[in-house]
């Protein structure tokens, strides 16, 4: 067998990969391994960042034991973890609820797809500017609204009641990104062969029972592909929380509350942690933080994986 065809036909490959593989190496590749080194390191702001080999100083996992023993590390991780289970979820069952409806041939359904898609073209912060004007007591376009039927917002608002602050965060980024669920649950709902429900309907089976043992079954890498998305975007949402719980409400991450005697922000997510280390120039702990982050983004979406038992 003549391999020099094949040997050609790689190296073309290649050639066409080498732009990707270039600037994967220099903008993922290279700032992972960094980030990785730097994990190790102790820095701060008289770092010497012309000669960092050696300004910076080793302390092997001492990074990683100071925020194993950071109160704050597990707040925002503990917050994380309910941020994501009002999102996730809700996200899931909003797009799925859209795709099923706008799935019919009703009048106008085009238009309702584009409609719902486009606040997710929106960039986050002003997604949250605007939702931060609406829900303002007194002037807001929602205390408006509900003046009308003679109710009213509390006058401290939504957002800085720290009973509401992060569902009311929530509920701003699942009605965002509703129509990126409803696109994805609804192309795949369309590939599902009509044959498969017209047997259902032949065997005598319900609306639901048609939903439970055919769609929702053929929904499951849609599903999990949401998961993990939206794991990975709870794990690193911080643009939500610098929009709409601003030091207007006591600080970035506010407002606060006392817990194991320090002052802890009801919305001080992961990823806002994550940026406050970076602003201390704490840059060993962010290292090592977002490799933790990593660890257990991986854990969850084997984990759901497993749950799912997605087929390839």
Same mark, same amino acid.
């Given at each position: 067998m003549n391999n020099k065809p094949n040997l050609r036909e790689s190296l073309i490959s290649y050639l066409f990969l080498a732009p990707f593989l270039l600037v994967f190496t220099v903008f993922l590749g290279y700032p992972m391994l960094y980030s990785l080194y730097l994990s190790f390191r102790s820095t701060s702001f008289s770092t010497d960042?012309?000669?960092?080999?050696?300004?910076?100083?080793?302390?092997?996992?001492?990074?990683?034991?100071?925020?194993?023993?950071?109160?704050?590390?597990?707040?925002?991780?503990?917050?994380?973890?309910?941020?994501?289970?009002?999102?996730?979820?809700?996200?899931?069952?909003?797009?799925?609820?859209?795709?099923?409806?706008?799935n019919n041939k009703l009048k106008g359904a085009a238009f309702f797809r584009s409609a719902f898609y486009l606040p997710n073209i929106l960039d986050m912060y002003?997604?949250?500017?605007?939702?931060?004007?609406?829900?303002?007591?007194n002037y807001g376009l929602l205390d408006i609204l509900l #003046?009308?039927? %003679? @109710?009213? *917002?509390? +006058?401290?608002?939504?957002? /800085?009641n720290p009973y509401t602050a992060l569902a009311t965060i929530a509920t701003v980024v699942v009605l965002k990104?509703?129509?990126?669920?409803?696109?994805?649950?609804?192309s795949a709902i369309q590939n599902i062969s009509e044959s498969i429900y017209e047997a259902a309907d032949i065997d005598?089976?319900?609306?639901?029972?048609?939903?439970?043992?055919?769609?929702?079954?053929?929904?499951?890498?849609?599903?999990?592909?949401?998961?993990?998305?939206?794991?990975?975007?709870?794990l690193n949402a911080f643009t939500e929380v610098y929009a709409m719980a601003s030091s207007k409400y006591g600080?970035?991450?506010?407002?606060?509350?006392?817990?194991?005697?320090?002052?802890?922000?009801?919305? #001080?997510?992961? %990823? @806002?942690? *994550?940026? +406050?280390?970076?602003?201390? /120039?704490e840059y060993g702990k962010t290292a090592a933080f977002s490799y933790l982050l990593m660890i257990i983004a991986l854990i969850i979406s084997f984990a759901n994986a497993k749950l799912l038992k997605v087929e390839k």
């Open positions: 960042w012309y000669n960092i080999f050696n300004s910076m100083e080793f302390v092997g996992l001492a990074n990683y034991q100071s925020l194993l023993f950071d109160t704050r590390f597990w707040w925002s991780l503990g917050l994380t973890l309910l941020y994501a289970v009002l999102t996730i979820p809700s996200s899931i069952a909003l797009g799925l609820w859209l795709a099923l409806l706008l002003v997604v949250g500017t605007i939702w931060v004007l609406i829900l303002s007591p #003046s009308k039927i %003679g @109710l009213h *917002l509390p +006058q401290s608002g939504l957002l /800085a990104g509703a129509g990126f669920g409803m696109i994805l649950f609804l005598g089976a319900s609306w639901w029972q048609k939903l439970r043992y055919i769609t929702l079954p053929l929904l499951k890498p849609i599903i999990l592909f949401m998961i993990i998305t939206g794991t990975m975007s709870a600080g970035f991450g506010g407002p606060y509350i006392q817990f194991q005697g320090e002052s802890v922000g009801v919305t #001080s997510l992961s %990823g @806002l942690y *994550l940026y +406050q280390l970076f602003e201390r /120039a």
